[in-house]
T-cell receptor, first 116, second 115 residues
C-alpha cells in the first residue's frame, strides 16, 4: 500500500488566491482527518469524515475553509481566499473506524502552504 | 482550550541514556493515549498507545506510563539513540458517538539525542 498520499507537497500562493489541497486515503480506511500544524498550536484537527460524511468540522477556522469527500478515495481542503496566517503544514490522515483511537492514524507527508 | 499539553518544547539527552517525554491532559473522559514520532518533512508516525485502564505499556525500548490521578503520561526511551531525534507528539482519544476516533494532539516536544 502506498500510504496516505497528499498533493502538492509544497504550495506557495499569493494572498487572496484559492488553494486546494488533495488527499488520497489508504484503501479500506473509512475515516479521514485533516490536521494543521503550527508552531504555536501543534497539530489541530480541522475536520474529519466517517464513511465520506463530515462528522466534526468545529476546527475549521472560518468560512474561508471548506472540505469535501466526494468518494472513499479522495478528499480536498480548499481555502478561498487565502491569507498569510493560513501558512502552515496541512496533514491528511486516515484510519479504519474507531480502531484509529487505539492503533493510531496513518498520516500523509503533508502539504507545506506558504501564503505571501 | 488545550486539552492535551506538552510543556517542554525541547529535550536534549546523550546517546545511551534515558529520554523522558511528558504530557498532561485535562479531560478525564479520554480512553486511549498515544505517542507519535515525526521527522522533518514527513508525517507523524504512530509509536505506542496505552488504554486508560492500564498504567504501563512497553514495546521494546519504548514504555508509556499513565498516571490517571495526576492526568499525566510519559514516554520513556531506553536507551536513547541518535535516530530517535524527532518531534514527539502526545495524543488522546475520547469516547462518544462523534468523537470515538478523534485524536487531540499536544504541541510536540523536539527530542535531540547527541552521540
Amino acid at each position: 500500500d502506498a500510504g496516505v498520499i497528499q498533493s502538492p507537497r509544497h504550495e506557495v500562493t499569493e494572498m487572496g488566491q484559492e488553494v486546494t489541497l488533495r488527499c488520497k486515503p489508504i484503501s479500506g480506511h473509512n475515516s479521514l482527518f485533516w490536521y494543521r500544524q503550527t508552531m504555536m498550536r501543534g497539530l489541530e484537527l480541522l475536520i474529519y469524515f466517517n464513511n465520506n460524511v463530515p462528522i466534526d468540522d468545529s476546527g475549521m477556522p472560518e468560512d474561508r475553509f471548506s472540505a469535501k469527500m466526494p468518494n472513499a478515495s479522495f478528499s480536498t481542503l480548499k481555502i478561498q481566499p487565502s491569507e498569510p496566517r493560513d501558512s502552515a503544514v496541512y496533514f491528511c490522515a486516515s484510519s479504519l473506524g474507531v480502531l484509529g483511537r487505539r492503533y493510531g492514524y496513518t498520516f500523509g507527508s503533508g502539504t507545506r502552504l506558504t501564503v505571501v | 482550550d488545550q486539552q492535551v499539553k506538552q510543556n517542554s518544547p525541547s529535550l536534549s539527552v546523550q546517546e545511551g541514556r534515558i529520554s523522558i517525554l511528558n504530557c498532561d491532559y485535562t479531560n478525564s473522559m479520554f480512553d486511549y493515549f498515544l505517542w507519535y514520532k515525526k521527522y522533518p518533512a514527513e508525517g507523524p508516525t504512530f509509536l505506542i498507545s496505552i488504554s486508560s485502564i492500564k498504567d504501563k505499556n512497553e514495546d521494546g525500548r519504548f514504555t508509556v506510563f499513565l498516571n490517571k490521578s495526576a492526568k499525566h503520561l510519559s514516554l520513556h526511551i531506553v536507551p536513547s539513540q541518535p535516530g530517535d531525534s524527532a518531534v514527539y507528539f502526545c495524543a488522546a482519544s475520547g469516547v462518544g458517538e462523534t468523537s470515538g476516533s478523534r485524536l487531540t494532539f499536544g504541541e510536540g516536544t523536539q527530542l535531540t539525542v547527541n552521540p
